[in-house]
């Protein structure tokens, strides 16, 4: 019943920079490892970001050095930095809380923000 709701999608230049928003409504959330992922038209969705509940963050190789994943804890928030953006981000990004417990894997995905990036 986690509900995560993105924000802050839209349309930049190529080059330009874009901040992308995470909120999640569990008052669990610093137990929860965060995630983007991103889909674009005709492509299977691809990891884009993770940061852990202990703040390990990990990138897809395409946004190594362009993006910055970061999440507050205290306001149940994760957001995406996206610095350079080039054509090839336009895609729908995807929030994502994943937890793991002694009895099941539970994982939870937002409704999707759109960026798209022109030339």
């Known amino acids: 019943q986690v509900q995560l709701v993105e924000s802050g999608g839209g349309l930049v230049q190529a080059g330009a920079s874009l901040r992308i928003s995470c909120a999640a409504s569990?008052?669990?959330?610093?137990?929860?490892?965060m995630g983007w992922y991103r889909q674009a038209p005709g492509k299977q969705r691809e990891l884009v970001a993770t940061?852990?509940?202990?703040?390990?963050?990990n990138y897809g190789d395409s946004v190594k050095g362009r993006f910055t994943i970061s999440r507050d804890n205290a306001k149940n928030t994760v957001d995406l930095q996206m610095n350079s953006l080039k054509l090839e981000d336009t895609a729908v990004y995807y929030c994502?809380?994943?937890?793991?417990?002694?009895?099941?894997?539970?994982?939870?995905w937002g409704q999707g923000t759109q960026v798209t990036v022109s030339s």
């Open positions: 994502n809380a994943d937890r793991w417990t002694f009895v099941k894997h539970d994982t939870h």
């Open positions: 569990t008052p669990f959330f610093s137990l929860y490892d």
């Open positions: 940061i852990s509940s202990g703040n390990t963050t």
